[in-house]
């Protein structure tokens, strides 16, 4: 007895670290609510994954968009952990499926401005003369995306009730389902008087391409200070985000923390399209609006009967019963199982179509090779990444049907091809290799080829491969990012060495001249004082473009502090040609700078320094230029100072 006690407890360890490893690897779940169109919506959050999973790297993080009714189904069956939505449907969630209060209000961002509230914008046709007031729409046909959502039909039906005009009574209002886009499209074609959408969706239209401005018209303009939104109502406090009660609180608290940070990550927020998440709203004044509106949750008496209770834990009863049931039949199933394995025959057909059934279900392409490099089977991943079917590459040489050729163009020969290489030596090869399509185009896949050895003797290879350009492409914009300036793309101090260096080497080599400008904006911080951030960012932008458009191609323009430039011109015939690209670049700054009916007016201090006449290296260039430029402030501004030793 002692033993079997012993073997017990053993096994219930290791059921419970087993079970914890479980609870370590599942994913966060992040449901949002699609008032745009779902694909669009999940395109937009999904780079908030990667910036929670660099905050918490020990988990991963999932975004999922929902419409209305399957937000709230996913939050009832417990498949998401936290929620986004509208502050309306918050409440909704919070009174009947105990969502907590908010972790965080999001802030969005329009034209460089933070943005925490929103409202609700009613248009028509602009060419409706007729309707002009809120009182106007009275016994007129409206549209709406859904009677849930807050921006699109709530905040609207509290300005009408206001108004005097109480919906649905004394109006027709008809649904039309998310995305908010299609309430626009039904009133453009002429279907309905007005239309209710939240702010923000119209510009967002626009800018698509899905939507010209100039046809509709704004009802119930308000004119908020610092909100630059067309807007018909109040202003609510933008979309909460929460957590379920089943959300661990450690994980909830880190969550919380990484999405106030999250307006430090620039490439995160720009992706998305916000500003980042403040502390929680106050919600109480959308509690308010819907209880005077009698909105769900808030539309009537509850009461509770034996049959809401029946109701209530009915898909809980139903699915004890269904597990049940679903453990008798695997019981079954197995014992079925082991009796036919029995068989050696049968035995074998189960393990063949197993293998086959893992093949079409794996997402990466395999496909295996005999001694002569003939395809004798691909998998159905495979053949959609390259295009093919089936009967056109087994028993052909897979080389010579979609690896003939390297990215530029050239042939591969195939003795060079890992494939053949591992046929003759029986070694597992793994790299990055370029795959060719039936259609003509190409991608890099990274790839395994693992031999067949049987009694000892190469009989064929396995190949596994999948398509790398996405890690490709982000790759390349990493490097971008490392490289060059965020606010105006221009190379940043780490690319400018790099040339720099480069062009000193060239320059000894065929003993040219180089020339390195330090060039300072004058008069720059007090108009950033004065006209903020946003204005001050403008004018860095359009700084750059003037001076890119002096420069040549093979020069180089970049952003080393925050009103500071470099200017390397890789090669000159004398000092007079570098003074003349000074003098463009002064002369193009001098230029006024047009923003919002008003000119901005700044001039800059350039210092220049050369090679070989006044520096030997890279440190030199870099310091004598910055005293020149220092010179030209002492001079009075506005200058160009070449220079001299007597400087230093």
């Known amino acids: 007895m002692p033993s079997i006690y012993r073997t017990l407890l053993t096994l219930l360890c290791i059921a419970g670290m087993l079970w914890s490893s479980f609870a370590a690897a599942q994913t966060v779940q992040i449901g949002v609510l699609a008032f745009r169109p779902k694909a669009e919506m999940l395109k937009q ?32 069956e417990k498949r998401v952990d936290f929620v986004l939505t509208n502050p309306a449907h918050f409440i909704l969630l919070s009174r009947r499926l105990g969502v907590s209060a908010p972790l965080a209000t999001l802030i969005i961002e329009d034209n460089g401005l933070p943005l925490s509230a929103f409202g609700g914008v009613i248009f028509t046709l602009a060419e409706r003369t007729d309707l002009n007031e809120l009182a106007d729409l009275k016994g007129k046909r409206l549209v709406t995306p859904d009677l849930g959502s807050f921006g699109g039909y709530q905040a609207q039906a509290y300005e009408l009730a206001l108004a005097g005009v109480r919906l649905p009574g004394d109006a027709a209002i008809q649904v039309v389902g998310m995305p908010h886009d299609n309430a626009v499209y039904a009133v453009l074609k002429g279907g309905f008087d007005a239309g209710f959408v939240r702010t923000g969706l119209l510009e967002s239209m626009a800018r698509e391409g899905k939507l010209d401005m100039s046809k509709i018209r704004i009802l119930n303009r308000q004119h908020i200070a610092n909100f630059p939104l067309p807007l018909s109502t109040r202003l609510y406090p933008e979309w909460p985000f929460a957590a379920l009660p089943h959300a661990d609180g450690n994980i909830s608290r880190r969550v919380a923390a990484a999405l ?12 998305i399209g916000i500003r980042g998440f403040t502390t929680p709203s106050d919600y109480s004044q959308v ?58 025959s049968v035995k074998l057909e189960y393990e063949t179509r197993l293998r086959h059934g893992l093949l079409d279900a794996l997402g990466e392409g395999v496909y295996g090779v005999n001694h002569d490099g003939r395809c004798i089977f691909i998998n159905p991943a495979a053949l959609r990444m390259l295009g093919f079917g089936e009967d056109e590459v087994t028993g052909y040489d897979q080389h010579a049907i979609f690896h003939h050729h390297r990215p530029d163009g050239s042939v591969y020969p195939g003795h060079d091809c890992p494939v053949y290489l ?13 795959f060719w399509r039936k259609d003509g185009t190409g991608f890099p896949v990274a790839i395994t080829v693992s031999p067949n050895l049987v009694d000892g003797g190469n009989k064929g290879a396995v190949v596994v491969f999948h398509d790398i350009t996405e890690r490709k492409l982000n790759d390349e914009r990493i490097r971008h990012l490392a490289q060059h300036d965020t606010l105006t793309d221009l190379p940043n101090r780490a690319l400018l060495t790099d040339r720099l260096q480069q062009a000193l080497s060239y320059a000894k080599r065929d003993k040219q001249r180089v020339a390195l400008m330090f060039i300072d904006l004058d008069r720059f911080k007090p108009i950033n004082d004065t006209l903020g951030h946003v ?30 430039f470099v200017v390397l011109l890789r090669s000159i015939e004398s000092t007079a040609d570098a003074v003349m690209v000074a003098e463009k670049i002064r002369s193009a700054l001098n230029r006024p700078f047009d923003l919002a009916q008003q000119s901005l007016h700044i001039s800059c201090s350039i210092g220049m320094a050369l090679f070989p006449e006044h520096a030997k290296n890279e440190t030199e260039m870099m310091n004598y230029a910055d005293i020149a430029m220092y010179q030209a ?13 007597a400087c230093n």
């Not at 591992?422 to 370029?434: A, K």
């Open 535 to 564: 204005v001050g960012d403008w004018l860095l932008k359009q700084v750059s473009s003037r001076m890119r458009e002096c420069v040549r191609d093979s020069d180089t323009v970049a952003r080393v502090g925050g009103d500071e």
């Open 422 to 434: 591992s046929l003759i030596d029986g070694q597992t090869r793994s790299g990055e290799e370029w």
């Open 260 to 271: 106030f940070q999250l307006e430090e990550d620039k490439a995160a927020t720009r992706a």
């Open 45 to 76: 959050w999904q780079p908030l994954e990667k910036a929670l999973k660099r905050a918490i790297p020990q988990h991963d993080f999932r975004i999922v968009t929902y419409t209305y009714p399957e937000l709230e189904q996913a939050v009832s």
């Open 287 to 344: 509690e308010e609006l819907q209880r005077e509106l009698r909105l769900p949750p808030f539309d009537g008496t509850p009461k509770f009967t034996l049959h809401d209770v029946w109701t209530r834990y009915y898909w809980q009863s139903v699915s004890a019963v269904s597990a049940g049931l679903v453990i008798l039949l695997l019981t079954i199933s197995l014992f079925l199982v082991n009796r036919s394995l029995k068989s050696k």
């Open 633 to 645: 402030k002492q001079r009075g501004r506005d200058k160009v100072q070449v220079f001299a030793p």
